[in-house]
């Protein structure tokens, strides 16, 4: 399976901002982590991170037939980006979001989602882990189709 991971504005700044929020663990950190975990096993990943929204739905477009699916943390993306709600509904691939802290726990206008609805599912809260849950869905998927 051939899996995106993309993550949005500021999360190249994981392990110092707000490590008491997001952990202090680098986003290098995180990625190498999932290359090592057994549910990624034997995938195809590729990774992006970009703080700017186009640079994201760009990527989104370029890989739209290479990738089988797409693990997503938008960030600070997913509270108004109508855009990249749009570039994940038209790229026509499963999709997961994922949030390391609880977003429905935080500020309100963090508990509104864009994206949401043009996922398969959202994980939020689960840390470095909810990535790994949100591949494990995506293959559990792709084997049922």
Known sequence: MKLIIVNGPNLNLLGEREPEVYGSES??????WIESQPEAEGAEL???Q????GAI????????HWADGL???????????????????SVQMPAVEVHLSDIHAR?????VSMIKD?????ISGHGKRGYIE????LRKRKRAD
Not at 71 to 89: E, F, K, Q
């Open 27 to 32: 986003l290098q950190d995180v990625n190498e």
């Open 46 to 48: 590729r990774f992006f």
């Open 50 to 53: 970009s703080n700017h929204e």
């Open 57 to 64: 739905i760009d990527f989104l477009h370029e890989q739209r």
């Open 71 to 89: 693990v997503i943390n938008p960030g600070g993306l997913t509270h108004y980006s109508v855009a990249l709600r749009d570039a994940i509904s």
């Open 107 to 111: 500020e309100e206008f963090r508990q």
């Open 118 to 122: 043009v996922c398969k599912a959202q």
């Open 134 to 137: 949100a591949i494990a869905l």
